[in-house]
C-alpha cells in the first residue's frame, strides 16, 4: 500500500500569516526595543541593526508574496489541495528513465553518450509522479501529468519541498523546533 497525504495551500497560507509574519515582526520589535535601549537615535546604531532590521522586512515581503500566490491558486483552481504518495521502486526507476531519455542522446554506431542531467526536469518529474490528486483545472502534460511547470514559482516550489520531505522522511513537516527550543530542554 502506498503511503499518501493531502497538502493544503491554504494551511501553509494560515501558518504563514498566523505564525510566520507574526515571529518575524517581533523579532523584529525585539531588536528595536534593544537598538532603542542602547542608542538614542536610529541613526545612532551601528549598520548590522539596520541591515537585521532590513532582513526582516525582506522576509515578511517574501512571505507575504508567497502567500499571495497561494491564494491566487486557490482563487483560480476553487481549490488549493493535492494528494501527494511516496514514490515506491518502480517509480523511481521510472523517474531515472524519464530524465535519461530527456537529458542523453545515444549514437549507438559510434558507442557514445551525450549530455547532461537535466536536473530541474528531475525535479519536476519528481513532483509530478509524486502527485496523486490536484485540482482538475489544473494544466496537465502531454503524458497525463500535472504541469506542475505551469505554477507560479512559490506554488511549485512549496510543492516540491513537501514532496521531497514526504519521499525522505514520511511526513509533510517535521515541527518548528529551533536550536533556541532544542537548548531549553537540554
Same mark, same amino acid.
Not at 58 to 77: G, K, P, Q, T, W
Given at each position: 500500500?502506498?503511503? @499518501?497525504?493531502?497538502?493544503? #495551500?491554504? /494551511?501553509?497560507?494560515?501558518?504563514?500569516?498566523? =505564525?510566520?509574519? *507574526?515571529?518575524? $515582526? !517581533?523579532?523584529?520589535?525585539?531588536?528595536?526595543?534593544?537598538?532603542?535601549?542602547?542608542?538614542?537615535?536610529?541613526?545612532?546604531?551601528?549598520?548590522?541593526?539596520?541591515?537585521?532590521?532590513?532582513?526582516?522586512?525582506?522576509?515578511?515581503?517574501?512571505?507575504?508574496?508567497?502567500?499571495?500566490?497561494?491564494?491566487?491558486?486557490?482563487?483560480?483552481?476553487?481549490?488549493?489541495?493535492?494528494?501527494?504518495?511516496?514514490?515506491?521502486? @518502480?517509480?523511481?526507476?521510472? #523517474?531515472? /528513465?524519464?530524465?535519461?531519455?530527456?537529458?542523453? =542522446?545515444?549514437? *549507438?554506431?559510434? $558507442? !557514445?553518450?551525450?549530455?547532461?542531467?537535466?536536473?530541474?526536469?528531475?525535479?519536476?518529474?519528481?513532483?509530478?509522479?509524486?502527485?496523486?490528486?490536484?485540482?482538475?483545472?489544473?494544466?496537465?502534460?502531454?503524458?497525463?501529468?500535472?504541469?506542475?511547470?505551469?505554477?507560479?514559482?512559490?506554488?511549485?516550489?512549496?510543492?516540491?519541498?513537501?514532496?521531497?520531505?514526504?519521499?525522505?522522511?514520511?511526513?509533510?513537516?517535521?515541527?518548528?523546533?529551533?536550536?533556541?527550543?532544542?537548548?531549553?530542554?537540554?
Amino acid at each position: 500500500m502506498t503511503k @499518501s497525504t493531502t497538502i493544503d #495551500l491554504q /494551511d501553509r497560507i494560515d501558518e504563514i500569516r498566523d =505564525e510566520k509574519i *507574526p515571529s518575524i $515582526e !517581533e523579532s523584529k520589535r525585539d531588536l528595536a526595543r534593544e537598538a532603542k535601549e542602547e542608542y538614542e537615535t536610529a541613526d545612532d546604531a551601528p549598520a548590522k541593526y539596520h541591515q537585521a532590521h532590513r532582513e526582516f522586512e525582506e522576509d515578511i515581503a517574501e512571505l507575504e508574496e508567497e502567500a499571495s500566490a497561494h491564494e491566487d491558486f486557490i482563487e483560480r483552481h476553487g481549490t488549493g489541495e493535492f494528494t501527494i504518495r511516496k514514490l515506491d521502486g @518502480s517509480q523511481l526507476l521510472r #523517474l531515472e /528513465d524519464e530524465v535519461n531519455d530527456a537529458s542523453f =542522446e545515444v549514437d *549507438p554506431e559510434r $558507442e !557514445e553518450i551525450e549530455g547532461v542531467p537535466k536536473n530541474g526536469f528531475r525535479k519536476a518529474m519528481f513532483t509530478r509522479l509524486a502527485l496523486v490528486d490536484y485540482p482538475d483545472s489544473c494544466p496537465e502534460t502531454d503524458r497525463g501529468y500535472c504541469d506542475v511547470g505551469a505554477f507560479d514559482g512559490d506554488v511549485y516550489s512549496f510543492l516540491f519541498e513537501k514532496v521531497k520531505l514526504f519521499n525522505n522522511t514520511g511526513q509533510t513537516d517535521l515541527g518548528n523546533s529551533s536550536l533556541a527550543d532544542t537548548m531549553q530542554d537540554v
